[in-house]
Each structure stands twice: as structure tokens, then as C-alpha cells.
């Protein structure tokens, strides 16, 4: 076996680890979803921008007083449309493109394998 081969069979099993650990993060949020929708009725999205604040260091904190409202830009609206996307169809994305990348390096080592 040389040293390509190992790096990219080492690739592999990290994009299988890493989309399968993504797959289960999606699944356990998807299933406090469908577990809150049972006892409440209301299904309540996780957006990226509440998983965002859960993550953030809260200790330093400063207030300002308003300002005077600018108009947005482009980019602070995409921003804000980025936050609001439910994080359970990102992380399943995600997944996805795992599997893609996946199936594309398992190419690429069955490539290998046959040039030897």
C-alpha cells in the first residue's frame, strides 16, 4: 500500500466518521423537535443564529444606546437569512455532501487500487 492510498483510505474513514456523527447531531435535534411537538403542539425550528447565541461567551457583553437606523446592506441581509435557516436542514445538507465527498474518494481509491 503506499503512501497516497493511505492517506486517502485515512480520508475516507474521517468523511464516514464525520458525516455519520452529523447525521446523528441532525437526528437527535429532529427528534427534540418531534418530542416538543408531542407535548406542546407548537413545532419549534432550532435556527443557526439560536444555536449561535447558546455557543457565544455571554460574559462580556456590552450595552450601547440605539442608533439611528441605516439601511441594511446586502450582505447583512444574507446574514440574516443564513441565522434564520432551521439548523436541522443544514446539518442534514451537510450530510449529504458528505455522502458525495465520500463516494468521490472512494473513487479516487478505487482508481488507485486499479493502476497498481
Known amino acids: 500500500m503506499s503512501g497516497l492510498q493511505w492517506i486517502v483510505g485515512l480520508t475516507r474513514l474521517t468523511i464516514s466518521f464525520s458525516g455519520l456523527l452529523t447525521t446523528l447531531v441532525a437526528l437527535i435535534l429532529l427528534g427534540d423537535q418531534v418530542r416538543s411537538y408531542v407535548y406542546t403542539g407548537e413545532w419549534y425550528e432550532y435556527s443557526i443564529g439560536s444555536v449561535a447565541e447558546l455557543i457565544r461567551n ?49 473513487g479516487v481509491e478505487r482508481g488507485l487500487s486499479s493502476n497498481r
Open 58 to 106: 455571554r460574559n462580556d457583553i456590552t450595552y450601547t444606546t440605539a442608533s439611528a437606523h441605516r439601511p441594511e446592506t446586502l450582505s447583512q441581509i444574507i446574514t440574516q437569512w443564513f441565522f434564520a435557516l432551521p439548523v436541522t436542514g443544514f446539518l442534514l445538507i451537510v450530510a449529504l455532501f458528505h455522502l458525495v465527498f465520500y463516494r468521490y474518494v472512494a
